[in-house]
């Protein structure tokens, strides 16, 4: 019983590191104009108490930060006016940095 603990808890640990070193957490992939691809990604902050959405572009992070305590209620529900706000936000901020294709055929 022992040896299947211990083989349990060696399989987790493999399985942890390996996915720290080699998945990465994308929320979603973009095509841009010019040909690159943008990568955005969620990360908790913990220290500011906020969701952060990033990409990174040239080796350059950029982000926006998503307060927690506007982000949802205190019955745990999505808050939609203040997320669409951050959002369009995002989109007015960083949207100079890149140009979405448009792949519909008019």
Known sequence: M???LVSFFVISIMLFILEYLFFEDIFMIINTNNGEVLKLFFELDV???????AYKLNK???CTF???SR???E???LIENYADKILKQ???EHGKNFKLKNKKKE
């Not at 220290?47 to 959405?53: A, C, I, V």
């Open 90 to 92: 995002f989109i007015e």
């Open 2 to 4: 022992i040896e299947l």
């Open 71 to 73: 982000l949802f209620n």
């Open 75 to 77: 019955n745990g529900y």
């Open 60 to 62: 350059q992070i950029y």
């Open 47 to 53: 220290q500011k108490s906020s969701l952060r959405l």
């Open 66 to 68: 998503f307060e927690l």
